[in-house]
């Protein structure tokens, strides 16, 4: 069974760092493409940051770009999400979702639960 | 960037109705577009890809349709369960974008 779970959420200030991880399992994770995804609650959904099967090639929403940082650890079946200069406007449930290739194709047809990112001051 | 317009955002249905959503893009994404459920409290679960090829899984009642502009999701006899919002995504161009979301409610 896939299964992705992501960590890492809590309350931040404005302007602090936050690293959110997600472990999958129940597949070989270094085959496919990983990607994030963020909803602010009772909003639409947002693709924040995508990274190919062996990490090359991350790809970022404008809205991030520059602060956020997507990387993986294959040997650990791990993503990461380096999430710097946090604003506002970030406050979202944070999904890792798997990409049904290797390149960043999508579309996406795992996906974890979410984890909560809230800042404020 | 290319943006996604879901119409209606709001529909309401019996169950046995035959329900049509449409999505269309802000230009052409050739058949790049998916089909997303998500019920509340739970993550997004993919329905349909390259527009109209169905997910391992979900059920024959769930189709989709379309190319370039103009796509659209079709639910041939509404379930229960079926109750829940539906959003598209285009995999063209990046940043890969959503549309707003489509709220179906069971009358």
């Known amino acids: 069974e896939v299964q992705l779970v992501e960590s890492g959420g809590g309350l931040v200030q404005p302007g602090r760092s936050l690293r959110l991880s997600c472990v999958a399992s129940?597949?070989?994770?270094?085959?496919?493409?990983m990607h994030w995804v963020r909803q602010v609650p009772g909003k639409g959904l947002e693709w924040v940051a995508g990274?190919?099967?062996?990490?090359?090639?991350?790809v970022y929403a404008d809205s991030v770009r520059g602060r956020f940082t997507i990387s993986r650890d294959n040997a650990k079946n791990s993503l990461y999400l380096q999430m710097n200069s946090l604003r506002v406007e970030d406050t979202a449930l944070y999904f890792c979702?798997?990409?049904?290739?290797?390149?960043?194709?999508?579309?996406?047809?795992?996906w974890g639960q979410g984890t909560l990112v809230t800042v404020s001051s | 960037d290319i943006q996604l317009t879901q119409s209606p955002s709001l529909l309401s249905a019996s169950v046995g109705d035959r329900v049509t959503i449409t999505c269309r893009a802000s230009?052409?994404?050739?058949?790049?577009l998916a089909w997303y459920q998500q019920k509340p409290g739970k993550a997004p679960k993919l329905l349909i890809y390259?527009?109209?090829t169905l997910q391992s899984g979900v059920p024959s009642r769930f189709s989709g349709s379309g190319s370039g502009t103009e796509f659209t999701l079709t639910i041939s006899s509404l379930q229960p369960e079926d109750s829940a919002t539906y959003y598209c995504?285009?995999?063209?161009?990046?940043?890969?974008?959503f549309g707003q979301g489509a709220r179906l409610e069971i009358k």
């Open positions: 390259a527009a109209s």
């Open positions: 990274i190919t099967w062996r990490g090359g090639s991350p």
């Open positions: 230009q052409g994404i050739s058949s790049y």
């Open positions: 995504q285009q995999l063209n161009f990046y940043p890969i974008t």
């Open positions: 129940g597949f070989t994770f270094d085959d496919f493409a």
């Open positions: 979702a798997k990409d049904i290739h290797f390149a960043l194709q999508g579309p996406f047809d795992y």
